[in-house]
């Protein structure tokens, strides 16, 4: 790995000098300033990343008559429409549906609503809130039985939290690169506020068993999803999870009441929660040994695997984002961490040669999202994008050659929409061609 280092740093327009190969720029050339002045040195000298205004402002048809009616509950406008979920089963066939997030068309490190992706291994259940229970039993003094009524009148608590499929990304396991958008290779991944009342304080009320070590935790939909929950996950930062961006819980993401665990695995965090059972030992469930306990080249399988560790990917661009021409562009992505704050993200344009930090966006949350940014000067020629993340942990997000290595790969091209394996962390490449368009590479 070969960092460059910022030659003549007294010059004038210093951020403006390479920090790594092919056009990686200093950070703070993102700060306005650098940017204008990196505007009038770029081809063709413009002073700014626009055209100048060379005509007077006209006023259209919008601007002359009164606008729409209010809505009661607004939609985004409609030139937004292609800004939606992609399904896999759309006809909803009893088999399990996803809905990914489009990363690609979106910017900010809280996913809206509506485009938190989702799955549901038997569609979403239609629940009345009013005859909705959770009950907590097993090994406790008093079994306990909450309505939403009875949990609203706990403390709440609200924090940020990234939810990810533990099969998200999963297609970095295809021999060769899937041809497809960031959506459908990491679309299993969103990010929101999430309010409730933390599990530690329903299970103090119960009074647990000190010697128990596990919790199953139980759905109200038709599969009944379960996954048996370490105590101490319980007791730590768990959250009963009741409203989702400040209103209730949308009915894909577990409406009226939800297990949130930060930081882990996607599929243990039960939605439609009407049950947690303290034991002492893990249940053995379905989803956690069938489909959630990967299986190793060696052909032994992961007994557990919580944690959704350190990861990073670059959104813009990405595939189906063209560059249109040589010039300035930001390159920007999302870092999370199941284990705490994302520390670094390290960003390269030539395949891995060279790497320079990229600025990431303030507050830095535990366990959530964080934006990174970079800015590049495109010469025309072919590039390879990368990003690379750490957290405050000292975990490094592996190379794909790093996961492959422990955890195989594919023998054919597996097919979009496909679960080779779980549990991919490992780096994404975008090769940008001298036409400007993205693919998914391997570097
Ligand atoms: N009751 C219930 N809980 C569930 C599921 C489900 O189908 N039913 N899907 C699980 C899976 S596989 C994942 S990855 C996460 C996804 O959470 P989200 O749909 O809110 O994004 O919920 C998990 N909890
Ligand atoms: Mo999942």
């Not at 626009?50 to 409609?78: H, I, M, N, R």
């Amino acid at each position: 790995m070969r960092i460059f280092k910022r030659r003549n740093s007294g010059e004038k327009h210093s951020t403006l000098q390479p920090v790594a190969g092919n056009g990686l720029l200093d950070r703070r050339a993102l700060l306005g300033r650098g940017i204008a002045f990196a505007g009038a040195m770029s081809a063709g000298g413009a002073a700014s990343l626009t055209g100048a205004a060379a005509e007077p402002l006209k006023d259209e048809q919008w601007s002359l008559e009164p606008g729409e009616v209010l809505s009661p509950y607004q939609q985004p406008s409609k030139f937004e429409k292609k800004v939606t979920r992609i399904l896999s089963n759309p006809r909803g066939e009893p088999r399990t549906q996803h809905a990914r997030t489009p990363h690609h068309m979106l910017n900010g490190t809280i996913t809206p609503n509506g485009l938190h992706f989702t799955i549901s291994h038997q569609g979403n259940p239609d629940i009345d809130p009013d005859k909705h229970k959770l009950i907590i039993h097993g090994m406790v003094k008093q079994p306990l039985a909450f309505t939403l009524d009875s949990l609203s009148r706990y403390p709440m608590v609200t924090r940020a939290a990234f939810v990810e499929c533990g099969g998200n990304s999963s297609l970095l396991f295809s021999k060769e690169p899937v041809q497809t958008d960031v959506q459908n290779l990491h679309g299993l991944v969103s990010c929101a506020e999430w309010t409730g009342v933390k599990l530690s304080v329903l299970l103090e009320e119960a009074g647990f068993d000190k010697n128990a070590k596990w919790m199953i935790a139980e759905g109200a939909d038709a599969p009944a999803v379960s996954r048996s929950v370490p105590m101490k996950k319980a007791l730590d930062d768990a959250m009963i999870a009741l409203y989702q961006n400040g209103e209730r819980l949308m009915p894909g993401n577990g409406y009226p009441v939800r297990l949130l665990l930060p930081g882990y695995e996607g599929n243990m965090q039960v939605k439609y929660l009407r049950r947690l059972k303290v034991v002492n030992q893990p249940s053995m469930s379905y989803y956690e040994t069938r489909t959630y306990s990967p299986v190793l080249p060696n052909g032994k399988a992961y007994r557990f695997f919580f944690l959704q560790e350190v990861k990073s990917f670059i959104t813009h661009p990405s595939p189906g984002l063209m560059l249109k021409e040589p010039g300035l562009y930001e390159i920007s992505g999302i870092a999370y961490s199941g284990t705490g704050r994302i520390t670094k993200v390290m960003v390269s344009a030539d395949g891995g040669k060279s790497w320079a930090k990229a600025a990431l966006q303030a507050p830095v949350l535990s366990k959530a999202f964080t934006l990174f940014r970079m800015a590049w000067r495109w010469n025309g020629s072919p590039a390879v994008l990368q990003s690379r993340a750490w957290d405050d942990a000292g975990n490094v997000q592996p190379t794909r050659a790093e996961v492959v290595a422990t955890r195989g790969e594919t023998k054919t091209v597996a097919r979009v929409g496909g679960f080779p394996s779980q549990h991919y962390n490992g780096i994404t490449s975008w090769g940008i061609a001298g036409s400007g368009e993205v693919k998914h590479v391997y570097a």
